[in-house]
């Protein structure tokens, strides 16, 4: 029988590409995934794989995004700088249609109401729907109905809580997108370069004094979420976390798939002792003695 786990997904972008070959890593070594939590591209990344569609797989839709990536809006679209028409399509192959409650893994992403600035957890309606509100990276893609649902990294950048509501007796990993390499500095943050990524952004941008002062708003989020980040895992105490290094990618930068992909392995790879320790007896029993009354919101 396989050791059953639970999955926090964090937010990041293209850095979530890191979470498929953390769960490919984990397949491959038996360990059965009882639920999955998303929070922005991690409800994203995690949506198919609650629909148990193969890592490998997503992947290979995700390099075909890369080719080409398309972020036209829709007609009926909120305000927004860009679009999500083309991570739709992507997505359809695998959600399309398909209903929270009715997934093969337990699943649930949260999301941020701009009306209430209240954290709101998705568990059930349609998954496509869902996947949209925990992207909506706020001004970047549109607000979502009519409690104008955003990004839920603004406020919890990794679901380790909603997680734990989903089977709070099994080991909570937690996947957090913000590590970067040692020589990495704030300043090195922007947004792509117009060549970089079809010009989804820099086509309404000019190289003036707003374009400046957009990149230096980036760092700031940057630099505020990898500290909400610390902060809300301080608090929160996942069983695991891993760390893949790969805080230096900004969130909508054209990247090398299977690099990410492979860099989510090696860093689930550097931490299944952690896991195998979390699974001990008496680890086990301490878990269940304090979360085992745990409820969802």
Excluded: W
Aim: charged share 20%; net charge negative; hydrophobic share 45%.
């Amino acid at each position: 029988m396989s050791d059953k786990i639970v999955l926090a997904l964090g937010g990041g972008g293209v850095k979530g590409i890191a979470h498929l070959g953390a769960v490919e890593c984990l397949l491959e070594n038996n360990y059965e995934i009882d639920g999955i939590a998303g929070t922005s591209a991690g409800g994203m990344f995690g949506a198919p794989l609650a629909a148990k569609v193969p890592p490998r797989e997503i992947l290979d839709v995700v390099a075909d995004f890369m080719k080409s990536p398309s972020f036209k809006r829709a007609s009926s679209d909120a305000a927004s700088l860009i679009g999500t028409t083309g991570i739709e399509t992507a997505l359809a192959k695998f959600i399309e249609g398909k209903i929270i409650n009715e997934l093969p893994i337990k699943f649930c992403v949260t999301a941020v109401s701009l009306k209430t600035g209240q954290e709101v957890i998705i568990r059930e309606g349609n998954v496509m729907e869902a996947v949209l509100a925990t992207i909506a990276i706020p001004g970047v893609f549109p607000t979502r109905g009519e409690h104008l649902l955003v990004d839920g990294g603004v406020l919890d950048p990794v679901p380790v809580e909603p997680a734990r509501a989903l089977n709070p007796s099994v080991p909570i990993i937690a996947v957090a997108l913000h590590t970067k390499p040692d020589d990495f500095s704030p300043e090195q943050f922007g947004y792509p370069a117009p060549d970089q990524f079809s010009g989804a952004i820099f086509d309404r941008l000019t190289r003036n004094r707003i374009g400046t002062s957009l990149m230096n708003m980036n760092i700031g989020v940057e630099l505020g979420s990898y500290r909400l980040t610390e902060l809300n895992l301080e608090v929160s105490k996942p069983d695991v976390i891993i760390r893949p290094i790969v805080g230096h990618y900004s969130a909508l930068q054209k990247v090398d798939p299977i690099e990410l992909f492979n860099e989510g392995y090696r860093a689930m790879q550097d931490q299944l002792p952690a896991l195998v320790n979390s699974l001990s007896f008496l680890r086990s029993v301490i878990r269940i003695a304090k979360y085992s009354t745990a409820k969802p919101e």
